[in-house]
């Protein structure tokens, strides 16, 4: 089970994070989470629950992510 980035909330997420704090809070690297926001890098359930607790700690993972 893979989950992708909403195409919608890519964009608000884009303008309102930088990729090194979002990077910092889950200690990857920078790369990675533009691959993320860019939707060109899928992600497993536990790495779209900590990216998703790390933009809001309310949020569910289908908030922010679509399966594929």
Excluded: C, W
């Excluded at 980035?5 to 690297?29: D, H």
């Excluded at 860019?38 to 289908?62: C, D, L, Q």
């Amino acid at each position: 089970m893979a989950f992708i980035l909403k195409e919608n909330t890519a964009e608000e997420i884009k303008r309102k994070y930088k990729n090194g704090y979002i990077a910092q809070k889950l200690n990857l690297s920078g790369t990675y989470i533009s691959l993320i926001l860019h939707r060109k890098r899928p992600v497993a359930k536990h790495m779209a629950y900590a990216f998703t607790k790390v933009i809001n700690s309310e949020a569910e993972i289908n908030d922010l992510f679509e399966e594929i």
